[in-house]
């Protein structure tokens, strides 16, 4: 190995050393393993396959987290099949010229962009419980040290999984493995919604949900869920009830955002003048957002004694060196509505680069509220 290759492996184990004794949920540690997988193998794609109670591969963790060909891991003639029966490592140096085993897998492979394979058990004492299997858009062989480096993956996803190591341990990997698809299922329905809703691809709404998830302190899965649970869907209109409120910002939804809003905001325990400085506040970002950009977001959602806002867009951004204006600005100026966001908001949070601009709003209920972010029996 080079010398950055030697740093890059040890920065992992520092890493995994630390990630194995947090308090991270199965699924995050899966996708853990799996993005630093990618990157040090210089691969475009991983996954981790574990046997459910029929002995049928079942994918749990991929990375990227939504590739295309995902179904290319659970596929019945990949190698990773063969490599689970036999319990050998498995590989494909070139996928044009492919083992006939896979010839099947190998052209779906292709056609998605991969040149080359390999696969390696995952293992508790002497049975194979599960399989890691890496793809690369380039064919070529896997080192040893390759090699090497993906058995330790495997043996790092098998830790996460089996945190309990007794006579039950088939027990809890089914339960830990049913949750990892459940939380799945869940982040599939979620972003499916929110593309819905606001009008954006479903990578797009990867990225919302994955957002909202960061700045609430939970995992992918537990967002997804309460996205399913209380955003609107047809049929369906949870209205002022719902702890989650989701929008996109156009000059159609400007006029009817402030009776949307209110109600919500009466639901969250705001009222009185804390409600109406408030919604003058998001409502200000929201203008603000349709008329300097494009592809307004606007999300209200409460967490830690607290109603939050984010707005979001995809515009250009801030000029450089923008600041607000400490001084009551030109009210005819485009620094107007920030400045007054600001008083309203002192701890106001702007984010903004080349891709778009991003407000954080917060403002303390005078209640606590059990909504978005508060830890329940489902969130992990």
């Known amino acids: 190995m080079s010398a950055s290759e030697d740093a890059a492996m040890m920065d992992f184990l520092v890493e995994m050393s630390d990630t194995l004794v947090a308090d991270l949920d199965t699924g995050g540690l899966l996708h853990w393993v799996a993005e630093r997988g990618v990157r040090l193998l210089t691969a475009q794609a991983a996954g981790f396959m574990v046997a459910d109670e029929r002995g049928t591969l079942r994918l749990l963790a991929a990375a990227p987290v939504h590739i295309s060909g995902e179904e290319l891991f659970e596929a019945p003639s990949a190698p990773a099949s063969w490599c689970f029966v036999t319990g050998d490592p498995m590989f494909d140096v070139d996928l044009d010229v492919p083992d006939l085993r896979w010839a099947v897998f190998a052209a779906q492979a292709r056609m998605s962009g991969f040149g080359s394979v390999a696969a390696v058990p995952m293992r508790v004492r002497d049975e194979v419980i599960g399989v890691v299997s890496v793809l690369r858009h380039r064919p070529g062989r896997f080192t040893d040290e390759e090699l090497r480096l993906m058995r330790a993956l495997a043996n790092v996803a098998t830790v996460g999984l089996l945190v309990q190591r007794d006579a039950g341990y088939r027990t809890t990997l089914a339960a830990q493995s049913q949750s990892v698809l459940t939380g799945r299922v869940a982040i599939e329905q979620a972003r499916g919604i929110l593309a819905e809703i606001l009008g954006v691809d479903v990578d797009t709404a990867l990225r919302e949900l994955d957002r909202h998830a960061t700045r609430t302190g939970r995992s992918l899965r537990a967002a997804a869920r309460e996205v399913v649970a209380c955003l609107p869907t047809a049929g369906r209109d949870n209205g002022a009830t719902s702890p989650l409120l989701v929008q996109p910002i156009t000059m159609d939804s400007l006029a009817g955002l402030r009776s949307r809003v209110r109600p919500w905001l009466l639901g969250a325990g705001l009222s009185g003048s804390a409600l109406d400085s408030f919604l003058r506040a998001v409502h200000e970002a929201a203008v ?48 107007a509505g920030l400045w007054l966001i600001r008083r309203i908001c002192p701890d106001l949070e702007i984010t903004s680069s080349a891709r778009g601009t991003r407000l954080l709003l917060r403002r303390p209920s005078p209640v606590r509220t059990a909504g978005s972010g508060a830890p329940s029996a489902g969130d992990d």
């Open 288 to 335: 603000n957002a349709e008329q300097h950009a494009v592809n307004g977001r606007l999300w209200l959602w409460t967490h830690q004694g607290s109603v939050w806002c984010e707005v979001s867009d995809d515009g250009p951004g801030m000029p450089a060196g923008f600041e607000i204006p400490s001084g009551p600005p030109d009210p005819n100026g485009h620094q």
